[in-house]
């Protein structure tokens, strides 16, 4: 009875407290070596909002006449470079899906090649696939479109293959018990058990692309981050705030019509 009484009730094992220590110190050891590889200079951080009161009243008053001239047009080459790189997105990634998804490519070779491509895709960023297409293109909006087609496979294939092997398996066994080709098999069998995902997966990525075709224009990949690049290395920050007020303007509204779109079809 006494020994029952002097035995302490402990949340964790010791194993577990030395593991959770060794996580916690790692974690601790990373952050101070993130920042003092980042030389972060205290001088700076003092004056930062001097600075950014500065840049704001030379931001003000916005160049508002500015817009049809010469944002306009690099805005809707943006527009265009997403939506464009979405539609070439989604061509490729689809094939790739079908192949990386277990239960209809029952192959594991190919299952694992596939995914290797989704994960090659996705694990270069856009900026980079831009740089590189500038490099083999040179500076426009087709080496801005292929940058955001190239990066979004790896995100749509993905998604587009979790949902594949998700989906029910007795409509499939009935279609391949009856003798269907393949192609009435992945049009019946697949297509309206994936078609809510598709379009939530291909909207959202739409919607993620306008935001990044906005920036692609800063490596020379087209669209109105060109006309930014250029009214900030011209010191016009008006001309750079009206660019700015814009981009917000169209992110905004791609929001609310993406959302406004999947009310609608999903």
Request: hydrophobic share 55%; charged share 15%; net charge neutral.
């Amino acid at each position: 009875m006494s020994d029952a009484l002097e035995r302490e009730w402990r949340r964790f094992t010791p194993a577990e407290r030395i593991g959770r220590f060794v996580v916690y110190f790692c974690v601790v050891a990373a952050i101070v070596a993130s920042l003092r590889s980042v030389e972060v200079i205290p001088e700076f951080l003092y004056d930062a909002p001097e600075q950014i009161g500065d840049m704001l009243g030379r931001m003000w008053p916005v160049a508002w006449r500015h817009y049809p001239e010469g944002v306009h047009g690099p805005l809707m080459d943006s527009l265009h470079i997403a939506t464009l790189g979405t539609v070439l997105a989604v061509l490729m990634a689809v094939p790739v899906a079908f192949l990386a998804a277990r239960n209809v490519t029952p192959y594991a070779w190919l299952n694992y090649a596939a995914k290797l491509i989704l994960v090659a895709a996705r694990s270069v960023n856009t900026l980079i696939w831009a740089l590189f297409f500038v490099a083999v293109l040179g500076p426009g909006a087709l080496a801005g479109t292929l940058a955001i087609a190239f990066h979004s496979i790896g995100f749509t294939g993905k998604l587009l293959g979790e949902a594949l092997e998700e989906s029910n398996r007795g409509t499939i066994e009935a279609l391949e018990a009856s003798g269907a080709p393949w192609l009435s098999i992945a049009l019946k069998g697949y297509w309206p058990q994936l078609r809510p995902a598709f379009w939530a997966i291909v909207l959202f990525r739409w919607d993620i692309n306008v935001r990044e075709s906005a920036v692609l224009g800063l490596v020379g990949a087209g669209g109105v981050g060109m006309a930014l690049d250029t009214a900030l290395n011209l010191f016009q920050w008006d001309r750079a705030a009206m660019i700015l007020v814009a981009i917000l303007a169209v992110v905004v509204a791609a929001e609310v019509a993406t959302t406004q779109l999947r009310k609608r079809i999903i």
